[in-house]
């Protein structure tokens, strides 16, 4: 059992940035981000192995936001620059049973946290 703890989520201004953590309960080797947009599906946001040496970023991330991970605190990281209204979402951290084939995939991940609020106004 790995239990999730999302934080750092609130309300900002588009231009602004947002640093979100995700502390786990446990020692996790892929770790995830998600977010779910009113209306929408949940959908991929970054991901990173546990030394960070490999990370996957969905397109709309790319450039903006930076995942990391602090593993002596069971830790991971998503920096989030340049907001934009549409990055309004829940966000969500993730990690998988085991291994992942496809960590965009969110049928790869089986535990997930709480998820955190982020609003950002134009």
């Known amino acids: 059992q790995v239990l999730l703890i999302e934080s750092g989520g609130g309300l900002v201004q588009a231009g602004d940035s947002l640093r979100l953590s995700c502390a786990a309960s446990?020692?996790?080797?892929?770790m995830g981000w998600f977010r779910r947009a009113p209306g929408k599906e949940r959908e991929f946001v970054a991901a990173?192995?546990?030394?960070?040496?490999?990370?996957l970023y969905a397109d709309s991330a790319k450039g903006r936001f930076t995942i990391s991970r602090d593993n002596a605190k069971n830790t991971m990281y998503l920096q989030m620059n340049r907001l934009k209204p549409e990055d309004t979402a829940v966000y969500f951290c993730?990690?998988?049973?085991?291994?992942?084939?496809?960590?965009?995939?969110?049928?790869?991940?089986?535990?997930w946290g709480q998820g955190t609020q982020v609003t950002v106004s134009s």
């Open positions: 990173s192995n546990w030394g960070g040496s490999k990370t």
């Open positions: 993730a990690t998988p049973r085991g291994g992942a084939d496809d960590w965009s995939s969110l049928d790869e991940y089986y535990y």
């Open positions: 446990g020692r996790t080797f892929i």
